[in-house]
């Protein structure tokens, strides 16, 4: 079949899992067979002023269409502000209007808009939910940079987040939109329910996501020193990482490797520079972080804002390493499925838990071998891909097509 992903950014112009999580899904249906076509806003990319990147060398066989548009970061601004494709809509027509069977898009927020998804002329068309966004400007429900949402109070929520408020939000243009999806790929329950709450009536099919990491081996290395956590992702305030870096303050028996770039890296790094205990590794790369997580006593999620499906409880299983996180949003779902970790709601909580896994040699086992194995059972990409090749295929007899035939 052909496969068109829209989305707004994509390796290695890209910030966080989704777009990581793209390129994965694209990288597995060319091994599967499949053309596949990443068409994606590199201005977007530098609205978060941020320069070109390391140029990525590998052939995977996606073609990738890189927008930039002579308006520059005006483009994604555009975009922000009306909904619509805007001054990208030629460049985005001149790639949809081509005959793909499966148009996919996922983090339409800069590339579009909800207006792109009008755009699809292929019989199938999904839009993975890889964030909040339908449903909160900021995407993560994280009210006015400082805590979860309580209630919805959007336009002075933009106003104190430093998100320009979008008028088009309190209009019917997401529910027109939607009109022309056949399916949302929800990665959890907790995000399906979400979107249904809100009153969203597409239909709505629970996907969780898989990892991309491959580990040669599922065997981890033996214990050794002081125990070593991690915490993997944005060093941002909705993540946690703040209220984690004061609790590893008060625990210089424990190790913490913080891996990650975000906007409070530099100000934490520095305030917590005499805590020798505590390393700031910065953005690893995806082949070396098989190694950051087989290493640790476990991954420490510590989010505020609720999550979706946290890519990095999945890498975590996939390496054989429990996950400890905190409950908000759908970060419990892998790992009350595998049984691979805990669930925390405090700081004391979260105390317990690391006494309990630095201090039980067995629990540790356990709980990588169901991280490992839960992972195997439920999370794989084969299992991702069979899935995901099965809604397109229903897509397409629900209208008489043979997709891809």
């Known amino acids: 079949m052909r496969f068109c992903m829209v989305t707004t950014f994509y390796p ?14 694209a990288r597995a249906l060319v091994t599967e067979g499949h053309h596949v076509e990443v068409v994606h806003c590199e201005d977007a990319y530098r609205v978060r002023g941020r320069e070109r990147p390391a140029a990525q060398t590998e052939q995977d066989g996606v073609v990738v269409q890189r927008l930039r548009n002579p308006f520059g970061m005006l483009s994604p601004l555009i975009t922000q502000q009306t909904g619509q494709p805007g001054v990208k809509a030629t460049q985005l027509r001149a790639v949809l209007d081509r005959e793909f069977d499966v148009v996919n898009f996922h983090n339409i927020s800069l590339i579009g808009g909800p207006g792109v998804l009008h755009l699809s002329r292929a019989p199938v068309t999904l839009y993975t939910l890889h964030e909040h966004w339908l449903l909160c400007p900021t995407h993560i429900f994280w009210k006015n940079q400082v805590q979860a949402c309580d209630r919805r109070e ?21 529910q027109r939109s939607l009109a022309k999806v ?31 990491l491959e580990p040669g081996s599922s065997e981890r290395p033996a214990d050794e020193g002081k125990p070593r956590f991690v915490f993997v992702g944005r060093i941002t305030a909705s993540k946690g990482i703040g209220v984690l870096l004061e609790e590893f303050a008060r625990l210089p028996n424990f190790d913490l490797d913080v891996i990650g ?7 934490l790094q520095a305030q917590y520079a005499r805590h020798r205990h505590i390393r700031f590794l910065g953005s690893v790369p995806q082949r070396e972080l098989i190694d950051a997580y087989q290493k640790a006593t476990a991954l420490i999620l510590p989010s505020l804002a609720p999550e979706v ?15 400890v996180v905190h409950d908000a949003g759908g970060s419990r779902e892998a790992v009350e499925k595998t049984g691979g970790g805990f669930v925390y709601r405090s700081g004391e909580e979260l105390r317990q838990i690391l006494s ?8 540790r086992e356990t709980l990588a071998q169901r991280a490992r194995s839960g992972y195997e059972r439920f999370y794989t990409r084969a299992q991702y891909l069979a899935r995901y090749l099965r809604v397109i295929d229903t897509i397409g007899k629900s209208k008489g097509l043979a997709v891809g035939a």
């Open 12 to 25: 290695p112009y890209h910030f966080g899992g989704d777009a990581t999580f793209v390129q994965g899904l």
């Open 261 to 267: 770039d975000g906007d409070l890296r530099h100000r």
């Open 154 to 174: 959007c336009f002075t929520c933009c106003l104190r987040s430093g998100v320009p408020p979008q008028l088009w939000r309190y209009t019917n243009l997401i």
């Open 309 to 323: 499906f946290p890519l990095t409880v999945l890498e975590a299983l996939a390496c054989g390493t429990p996950a």
């Open 182 to 212: 056949d399916t949302l790929l929800a990665p959890s329950e907790y995000t399906s329910r979400q979107h249904r709450a809100a009153g969203v009536t597409a239909p709505i099919e629970v996907l969780p996501t898989f990892s991309s």
């Open 356 to 363: 309990a896994l630095t201090q039980d040699a067995r629990l």
